[in-house]
C-alpha cells in the first residue's frame, strides 16, 4: 500500500521568511495531493492540493510543486505570518474518491 | 460550501458503554465518507470507509464489530464505539467526498468528535 513521508517534523520560521515542507509517497498510481492545516484541536482545513497532469499550482502565497518521477512534492509558504502557524499535513491517494494516506505532520512555527 | 458536521463535538463516557458519533454532510451529497482517528500529536490514521447502500471497508487492525459503521444515506454516516475503554479516547474525524460535481477525490473534513473514555 501507500506510504508517505513527510519532512520536517517540526519547522520554526521567522515572520516573512518561506517555509517548506516535502513529502515523497511510494505509490506511483497516486495521483491526487492535497495538503492539509490543522489547528489546535480543529478540523483539518484543505489548503491547496495537486493532480499528477501539472507539475505546479499557486494559491496567493501557498504553492505545490510536484516530481512525478521523483515521487515527491512540496508545499512552500512565502511571507510567512503567525497565523500560519499550525500542523501541516500532506497526503496522496489514487483518484475518485480512494482513501488518502498523510504523512506524519510538520508543526511550523512562525516567529514574530 | 462542502460543509461537514460532527455531533456531538465531544462527549465523556464510562468505561464499557457505547457511544455514537454523527457525520452529517450539509450542502453535498457523498457515497463515500471517511472515518479517521487522531491521538494527541500524531497524524490521521483511517479507520475505515463508509459507503452509502453498503458494508464498511475497514483498515488493517480496525476491529469491525468495536466500530460499527453506518451510512444510511448520502448525507450522513454513523460511528459507533462499542463497549468503550480508555484505550479507545481518541479525537474521532469524518470526512466526505462530493458525489458530483468537480473533483470528486476532494475529502472535506468535519470538525471532530473528542472521546474521553474513563
Known amino acids: 500500500g501507500e506510504n508517505v513521508e513527510q519532512h520536517p517534523s517540526t519547522l520554526s520560521v521567522q515572520e516573512g521568511d518561506s517555509a517548506v515542507i516535502k513529502c515523497t509517497y511510494s505509490?506511483?498510481?497516486?495521483?491526487?495531493f492535497p495538503w492539509y492545516k490543522q489547528e489546535l484541536g480543529k478540523r483539518p482545513q484543505l489548503i491547496i492540493d495537486i493532480r499528477s497532469n501539472v507539475g505546479e499550482k499557486k494559491d496567493q502565497r501557498i504553492a505545490v510543486t510536484l516530481n512525478k518521477t521523483a515521487k515527491h512534492f512540496s508545499l512552500h509558504i512565502t511571507e510567512t505570518q503567525p497565523e500560519d502557524s499550525a500542523v501541516y499535513f500532506c497526503?496522496?491517494?489514487?483518484?475518485?474518491?480512494?482513501?488518502?494516506?498523510f504523512g506524519a505532520g510538520t508543526i511550523l512555527r512562525v516567529k514574530s | 460550501g462542502a460543509v461537514v458536521s460532527q455531533h456531538p463535538s465531544w462527549v465523556i463516557c464510562k468505561s464499557g458503554t457505547s457511544v455514537k458519533i454523527e457525520c452529517r454532510s450539509l450542502d453535498f451529497q457523498a457515497t463515500t465518507m471517511f472515518w479517521y482517528r487522531q491521538f494527541p500529536k500524531q497524524s490521521l490514521m483511517l479507520m475505515a470507509t463508509?459507503?452509502?447502500?453498503?458494508?464498511?471497508?475497514?483498515e488493517q487492525g480496525v476491529e469491525k464489530d468495536k466500530f460499527l459503521i453506518n451510512h444510511a444515506s448520502l448525507t450522513l454516516s454513523t460511528l459507533t464505539v462499542t463497549s468503550a475503554h480508555p484505550e479507545d479516547s481518541s479525537f474521532y474525524i469524518c470526512?466526505?467526498?462530493?458525489?458530483?460535481?468537480?473533483?470528486?477525490?476532494?475529502?472535506?473534513f468535519g470538525p471532530g468528535t473528542r472521546l474521553t473514555v474513563l
Open positions: 463508509s459507503n452509502e447502500g453498503s458494508k464498511a471497508t475497514y
Open positions: 470526512s466526505a467526498s462530493p458525489l458530483a460535481g468537480g473533483q470528486v477525490d476532494t475529502q472535506y
Open positions: 497526503a496522496a491517494s489514487r483518484q475518485n474518491g480512494n482513501k488518502l494516506v
Open positions: 505509490d506511483s498510481a497516486s495521483n491526487y
